[in-house]
């Protein structure tokens, strides 16, 4: 992938009214690098890493996000991760900066991998994704998850897609 850039996010397919249709088709095992990408940045309540604000946060943000004309449309992406078992913060990729918004930048090389199937193995695929840094001499560190659907359109579509993002250098 060049630069900053991510796999194309395609957002044509639309039934719920919601979330789109995630088409994972080029998103496993891409290298991503970033130099200073502009991200929002926003943070979530959670219990015992069950988010409790999610959705009041992300309308908030994507409301934001639209009125500011700062999405980023093909290239698409929230990195979420849970900072402790009581918060989790979420990198919404921009275009430009979001007034009223807290803004970051993230650099660095990661390596991405598709799953799919119920949250509750996101404490596997988090070990997935620290061994694929440990296989690339990379010493594990954030891992981010892309949830690709709210729970209720991943049930809709019947599949629930959730992209690892981890740092290997």
Same mark, same amino acid.
């Given at each position: ?6 796999? /194309? ?18 998103w ?10 502009r991200?929002l940045r926003? %943070? ?21 996000? *639209? *009125?500011?004309?700062?999405?980023a %449309? *093909? ?10 078992p ?22 660095g090389?990661?390596?991405?991998k ?9 404490r ?11 296989? /690339?001499k ?16 991943a049930?809709?579509?019947?599949k ?10």
């Amino acid at each position: 992938m060049q630069t900053n850039e991510t796999p /194309r996010y395609d957002d044509s397919v639309n039934t719920t009214g919601c979330c789109p249709r995630f088409n994972p088709e080029g998103w496993d095992g891409q290298e991503l690098h970033f130099r200073d990408k502009r991200f929002l940045r926003a %943070t979530t309540r959670s219990v015992m890493h069950i988010p409790l604000n999610m959705g009041n946060v992300f309308s908030r943000v994507n409301r934001h996000i *639209d *009125d500011a004309e700062a999405s980023a %449309t *093909d290239q698409f992406i929230v990195l979420s991760r849970d900072i402790s078992p009581w918060s989790s913060e979420h990198l919404f990729s921009v275009a430009k900066s979001v007034p009223g918004e807290e803004m970051t930048t993230l650099s660095g090389d990661f390596m991405t991998k598709v799953f799919e199937g119920p949250y509750s193995q996101a404490r596997q695929w988090q070990e997935e994704m620290r061994q694929i840094a440990r296989d /690339r001499k990379s010493e594990p560190s954030n891992v981010y998850f892309f949830y690709t659907t709210c729970p209720k359109c991943a049930k809709a579509y019947g599949k629930n897609y959730v992209v690892g993002v981890t740092a290997v250098a």
